[in-house]
């Protein structure tokens, strides 16, 4: 296994079109996590799923914005009539419940630009 | 919420010199510490990490300190080489059933050759 993966990993779109990004976590790790990163600042939480329940969504996940883990492996996340402040790095992290690990292993990213 | 700050911005160091990267958090339950390291066009990627039971930890020429009194926990990196230039992240888990991490802002590291 080779890591976290998301694609695309780069996603230009029109203001109003609606985007879905996709992530596939390390396998057996049961939970997956959703962050976004603008230039210059940290990841910023947004979502996450233990197995295919989403457990916790952050007041910055508008309702333009939806995730699903249907079951319990990748997950998606759509967002529904992008803006120009949509714009960002999606990120994807993962990390197993057994042996009590905190550590969250992150994919590359989905670079969006909307236009 | 968990609230941290990290300082500073940017830093360069030449060749063979430490770098310190420092960070304060808000919340004190939290008990897990990471660092990531961000190279361009990359996630970041862990590079050390520590519990609130642990003060300091260390991995070659990386080491952490954790002063929970004070809320603050500090990145290290000796002997630095051109490869050490990065964005570094700092963050913290607030424990329980919280499980999500909150990020410092970043921290811009060239090592001059």
């Known amino acids: 296994d080779t890591g976290v993966s998301q694609d695309p990993r780069h996603k230009i779109t029109k203001r109003g079109q609606n985007v879905t990004f996709r992530c596939d976590p390390i396998s057996e790790h049961n939970r997956l996590y959703w962050y976004r990163q603008t230039l210059g600042q940290g990841p910023e939480f947004l979502t996450y799923f233990q197995n295919e329940a989403q457990l916790e969504k952050s007041r910055l996940l508008s309702d333009r914005f939806s995730a699903e883990r249907p079951k319990g492996s990748f997950s998606t996340l759509e967002i529904q009539r992008t803006e120009q402040g949509d714009s960002a790095m999606y990120l994807c992290?993962?990390?197993?419940?057994?042996?009590?690990?905190?550590?969250?292993?992150f994919g590359p990213g989905t670079r969006l630009t909307v236009l | 919420g968990e609230n941290v700050e990290q300082h500073p911005s940017t830093l360069s160091v030449q060749e063979g010199d430490s770098a310190v990267i420092k960070c304060t958090y808000s919340?004190?339950?939290?008990?897990?510490f990471p660092w990531y390291k961000q190279e361009l066009g990359k996630g970041p990627q862990l590079i050390i990490d520590i519990r609130s039971n642990v003060g300091e930890k260390k991995d070659q020429r990386i080491a952490v300190t954790l002063n929970k009194t004070a809320k603050h926990f500090s990145l290290h990196i000796t002997e630095t080489q051109p490869e050490d230039s990065a964005v570094y992240f700092c963050a913290a888990r607030a424990g329980g059933n919280d499980y999500k991490l909150s990020f410092g802002a970043g921290t811009t590291v060239t090592v001059r050759a």
């Open positions: 992290a993962s990390n197993p419940i057994a042996g009590g690990t905190d550590t969250q292993y």
């Open positions: 919340d004190s339950a939290s008990n897990y």
